[in-house]
């Protein structure tokens, strides 16, 4: 099956600092969602990436989808404590939009130091 | 309006028993689907379900693994003969429709512990 290489596994950055974590697929993707899981919590819903090259902005988070619509990256600018969490990319297995079999990557989580 | 629901949000049993995990979707939505996640790892897809059918199974671990969806809206994943391994968060979600582009909405998943 479909699989996805999600990186780092881990960061910890001071409060201020940017952060980055990458999504890369072996396949073309028809999207690729971004999910948010907070310690103790379940993941929520983020954003969907649809467009070759498209960018989303949600305030301090950038979200990209690359031109050959393999990879993306999830950018979070000047990190606060709020930010704090497992960030998950999420993929259709195969790649195909027609499937209710998701794949989810290993997530970064993300720690932040006040 | 209420989101998911799982029951019971924790359960601890012995190995060799047999348990039953409860999932009620968002209302209205079709797509429902049973992940499991082990500490510091993403949701592991398990099954799928596009109303009452089970449309992909491929990602039980085993027969002892089981779900229904008997009338396309509350769905039991059933594990039989459970072993130390299958301690695990076992989420649940739901979406409006089938496919990669709709918003899952996830439950706060159920803990089982086996002993």
């Known amino acids: 099956g479909q699989q996805v290489m999600q990186i780092p596994q881990y960061q910890h950055v001071q409060e201020g600092e940017d952060f980055t974590t990458y999504c890369n697929s072996s396949t073309t993707l028809s999207n690729i969602q971004w999910y948010k899981q907070r310690p103790g919590g379940h993941p929520v819903f983020l954003i969907q990436?649809?467009?070759?090259?498209e960018v989303k902005k949600q305030k301090r988070l950038t979200f990209q989808f690359g031109e050959a619509k393999k990879n993306s990256s999830l950018h979070i600018t000047a990190t606060q404590t709020t930010d704090v969490g497992t960030y998950f990319c999420?993929?259709?297995?195969?790649?195909?939009?027609?499937?209710?079999?998701?794949?989810f990557g290993q997530g970064t989580t993300l720690q932040v130091k006040p | 309006g209420a989101g998911v629901s799982q029951t019971p949000s924790n359960k601890v049993t012995e190995k060799g028993k047999y348990v039953e995990l409860r999932c009620d979707p968002i209302?209205?939505?079709?797509?429902l689907y049973w992940y499991r996640q082990s500490l510091g790892q993403g949701p592991e897809f398990l099954i799928y379900?596009?109303?009452?059918?089970?449309?992909?199974d491929s990602g039980l671990p085993n027969d002892r693994f089981f779900a229904v969806r008997p009338e396309g809206s509350v769905s039991t994943l059933k594990i039989q003969r459970t072993e130390r391994g299958d301690s695990a968060v076992y989420l649940c979600?739901?979406?409006?429709?089938?496919?990669?582009?709709?918003?899952?909405?996830f439950g706060p998943g159920t803990r089982l512990t086996v002993t």
């Open positions: 999420r993929i259709p297995d195969h790649g195909s939009s027609n499937t209710g079999k998701l794949i």
């Open positions: 979600a739901s979406s409006l429709g089938l496919g990669s582009s709709y918003e899952q909405y």
């Open positions: 990436l649809v467009k070759s090259g």
């Open positions: 379900f596009q109303g009452t059918g089970a449309a992909d």
């Open positions: 209302s209205g939505h079709t797509a």
